[in-house]
């Protein structure tokens, strides 16, 4: 996965996970690692993504939908309870609640382990930072020249106030070489963001960095309300189809595969080397069950050969 996207290569296809929650107990743990290794085993995936969580009620006065749950270190998980899944991992690190020190040796790892990292700055402004981005991002490129950095790209950012193609290329500049994006259910709102990005590079005679668009299915009205809780953009018509469907899950796999449909063709008119990271976030069965259909749903939209479903 490292050279695909040193190449630039379009067509990358991850799984996006939670470390399970920091108060299970060991067998538990040991447990939720082993059925984890198994299903991403039989995946058609090129990496895990491990994503760590910060509280983000910061971010806005609304009240939270579920509440926020610590999870077992990202780093921690992604390289000894995974240990066995030989995969290339991508851990995310939120630099906000981290020392400098802690934030260096938890990247040291990733690095030495042949991972790649996903830097997260703060939820908010408000939030205080022990490590802000800038310096995580002057950490990596002095001490750890040899580990890929990606960023997070937001197309609701991008929507409300513009300017997001100028903080991803700054954070090329930073030593950013590949991008996941926030979970998309508005096809317009990331075109119009690619697009931005793509004649921005062309105007400055730069290659459109690789870009990992995220989906993730939807279960419940509950969800539905989490996703627009975390800032998702949910437009009105796909809302309504979510809202009135006999099958919230199965129609909401079918409209994530419309949504990376549509920006695979814009995407691929303009050589932009677009793939996807497919979450499996929640505890339930049919949701897991669902990310696993999506998976394979994506993998055979970017051409490639699927194995039979076990």
């Known amino acids: 996965m490292r050279q695909a996207i040193a190449e630039r290569r379009a067509g990358l296809v991850t799984y996006g996970i939670t470390p399970p929650k920091k108060s299970f107990d060991a067998a538990r743990r040991r447990d939720v690692a082993a059925r984890q290794c198994e299903r991403i085993a039989g995946l058609p995936v090129d990496g895990v993504v491990i994503y760590d969580l910060q509280d983000e009620s910061t971010r806005t006065d609304a009240a939270r939908p579920f509440p926020f749950m610590e999870t077992v270190d990202s780093v ?6 995974l240990g066995a899944l030989r995969l290339p991992k991508v851990v ?6 981290r020392e400098l020190g802690e934030l260096r040796a938890g990247l040291a790892r990733v690095q030495a382990e042949g991972g790649l990292t996903v830097l997260v700055g703060a939820a908010a402004r408000t939030q205080p930072a022990r490590t802000k981005l800038p310096e995580a991002y002057a950490l990596c490129r002095d001490e750890l020249p040899q580990l890929p950095l990606g ?13 997001e193609e100028r903080r991803l290329l700054d954070k090329v500049a ?5 991008f996941v994006s926030q979970a998309v259910y508005s096809p317009a709102a990331s ?4 697009s931005d990005l793509y004649y921005r ?3 400055t005679g730069r290659a459109v960095p690789p870009m990992l668009v995220t989906l993730s299915p939807c279960g419940s009205l509950k969800t539905l309300e989490f996703l627009r809780w975390l800032g998702i953009s949910v437009p009105r018509w796909l809302e309504n189809e979510l809202l009135h469907a006999h099958d919230i899950l199965q129609t909401s796999i079918e409209l994530c595969c419309e949504v990376f449909s549509d920006l695979l063709d814009f995407a691929r008119a303009k050589d932009i080397p677009l793939g996807c990271n497919v979450e499996s976030v929640s505890l339930k069965k049919e ?10 749903r ?3 939209l970017l051409g490639r050969e699927v194995p039979p479903a076990a």
Do not use: M
Request: proline share 2%; with cysteine.
């Open 287 to 296: 949701e897991i069950e669902a990310s696993v259909e999506l998976v394979r």
């Open 76 to 81: 921690e998980y992604g390289f000894d309870d």
């Open 298 to 300: 994506v993998a055979r």
């Open 201 to 203: 590079c062309e105007e």
């Open 191 to 194: 075109k119009d963001l690619l």
């Open 151 to 163: 960023g997070v790209a937001i197309a609701e950012r991008h929507e409300a106030r513009g300017g």
């Open 92 to 97: 995310y690190r939120c630099v906000a609640p």
């Open 174 to 178: 930073a030593g950013c070489s590949f």
